[in-house]
């Protein structure tokens, strides 16, 4: 049977969502995504009507059959890196999973049934400042009598220093409406409280949900505390008195003031359990950490005291070591209904570097140090915030990285053993790997910075490494009969293996969603007549080309080759310091290394690249018509958006790796 699609059109959102010293949009969340969303659906209607690929079929004759085929066509609709971040630079990590629900509302719609959509990227952000989790086990070592804590339901591990805090429980009882915000609420137990202290309202199973909110009042303190005035306490969203009735499953009541059920009149803040920072522990910190898999961590304490399992603890990072982690993702949607489609729907890809333009940076100096000194940002209302990567990435000061090649292994509960290969390949849809198959069509994505660090090239191909290994010395003669043979010295460089299995798809269509990073011919990762597109935020261009096949020098441009081969005129510079770092920068001559400062002087021949044919546009671009989002857009996006369609391409056949 043959592939639903035979060509690909690209079309490019050209937009700038942002300026160098300045993030636009609105600094809350919510209203920013719903007005990128309602902007970015504007576009899609735009370009819609800018291709018109439909005509009206005429119904057949009597005793005819309709002949009419699917379109062949794929039009592949993308936006630039960043086109979601907003006013804070980075949203708050759980508002970025609705932007695909919300472009799914025009999306869905049977005429997009032919349409790939990559609504750029999301930046979302992580405050590694607390976090709240309950302990699974304890473990005391017999000689230094330090316990060690198992415990769950962490988004981020904590780092080596962080504060802990086994936490007091009480029960809410009852709870009473005073003055809007604040409600009086009694607890079961007396516990020693002050005003201005903080509780934990804990929302089981998931503690990862579980808020702080501070004390603003306390009953008499004779022999502890039982009742405490709080303002905003959060609202259960079951009824435990109507369990089994589905109308209970939600809270309504944004509109009665005393806390009732709208469906069934029961009071859903009473069972709320909560935790006081008051435990008998004190301070501790976090000595070692070690990951337990399966989302669980070992946390070695610096005390003696025992911690009971099945209690709740805070842990805290100290001022000097809180942090943000920033996730930048690429959001990839099919348009359509899902009937008879191959394949995935939606794809999420992380971005694994951040690069030093990502955000407005509030100091200078050298952005890849290996100790990640200078790596302050911006971000979420603060002037300056240490940033750090997504759990995973291979960046610096990033944690747990996923190399792929390796293999993890984890104890299931239920299934027993288990071992998953990391690799490049994204098989549901979710972050990690950045080649997916969407309609038997197999696209690798790089967003910016890992396409300029060749995050594809080095998986399918391996990359040369510029310092050669140490030369083989000749043994000396041996006084025997036989003669040995001299071991001749090694001269040719080592080589970074590829690591893409045989079996595993190679890229058809490379995509790269951008923030200033052309498409780089030399890490463009397609086979023979595959095709490369690019949209970038910061020229607010966009660019597609046609892998031909060929090879040649990037500098001279005129030495010709094969796959493999280098030029024998032109070189590269390598800095021997940070070379290792999988960034994979070089210099087109000797001199100051851009990321240490040290000397690039190892020099490499340098390598072919492929030969790249541009792809003409189709008619001129098309001004997106910015009033969806009203006479404000400018608040919104540094330059306003244009739609450029690119002319039919032949997708390449599908190969696999050998």
Known sequence: ??????????????????????????????????????????????????INPTKSIKKPAIGVTN??????????????????????????????????????EETKDAKYEDWLFVFGTAAGYEKHEDAFTQIKEVEIDEVSSKPTITVDHLSTPPLKGAIVKE???????????????????????ALPLKAKQRVHFIHEPDAVKTKKFEIIACGPSSGGVKTITVKNPPRRGRCPSCVSKKQCTKFVDKKKPNGLCATCGHDHVTPMALEMEVGKTGDVKVEKVVDAKGGTYKLTLDTKEAFTKGSYVSLEWPSDKKTTEVRNVALVQKGGSSVGGKGLREVV???????????????????????????????????????????????????????PGTVMKWEDKRH??????????????????????IDEITFGLEICADHRAARLWSY????????????VKTPKPVKTVKTVTPVKPVTKAKQITALAEPGEPRIQVHLIPSWGQEIKRRFVCCHKEGLVFNVDGATCKSDAQVYEGAYSCEGCTTTKGKEGEACGTCFQYYCESCYHRD?????????????????????????LAPDLKVVGEEGSAKNVDMSAVGST???????????????KQTIADPEKVK
Request: glycine share 8%.
């Open 633 to 647: 857009w400018k608040n919104y996006f540094e330059k306003e958006g244009a739609i450029q369609v690119y002319k």
């Open 583 to 607: 960034h994979h920068r070089y210099d087109t001559q000797p001199t100051e290394c851009w990321d240490c400062s040290n000397p690039s002087t190892i020099e490499v021949k340098r390598p």
């Open 1 to 50: 049977m043959p592939p639903p699609y035979t060509e690909v059109q690209f079309i490019a959102f050209n937009i700038r969502p942002w300026g160098d010293k300045l993030y636009h949009g609105d600094k809350d969340d919510e209203k920013d995504i719903k007005a990128r969303c309602k902007l970015m659906k504007k576009a899609i209607t735009t370009a819609y009507d800018q």
């Open 349 to 403: 890809i992380y971005k694994e570097l951040i690069s030093d333009v990502d955000y407005i940076r509030s100091t200078g100096g050298d952005w890849d140090t290996e100790t990640g000194e200078e790596r302050w940002i911006e971000i979420h209302g603060e002037k300056k915030r240490k940033v750090v990567p997504a759990w995973g990435s291979r960046d610096i000061l990033g944690e747990g990285p996923s190399i």
């Open 460 to 471: 399918y191909n391996g990359l040369p490494a510029p310092i050669p290994p140490k030369p």
């Open 167 to 189: 936490l007091a429980k009480a029960q809410v009882v009852s709870s009473k409406y005073l003055t809007k915000p604040k409600r009086e609420l009694t607890l079961d137990r």
């Open 416 to 437: 027993g053993p288990q071992t998953k290969r990391i690799s490049e390949i994204n098989e549901d849809g979710l972050g990690g790997g950045s080649v997916f198959t």
């Open 67 to 104: 002949t009419v085929k699917k379109p062949s066509i794929l039009k592949l609709f993308m936006a630039p890196e960043f086109y979601f971040r907003g006013g804070n630079g980075a949203y708050s990590i759980d508002q970025v999973h609705k932007i695909l629900p919300d472009m799914n």
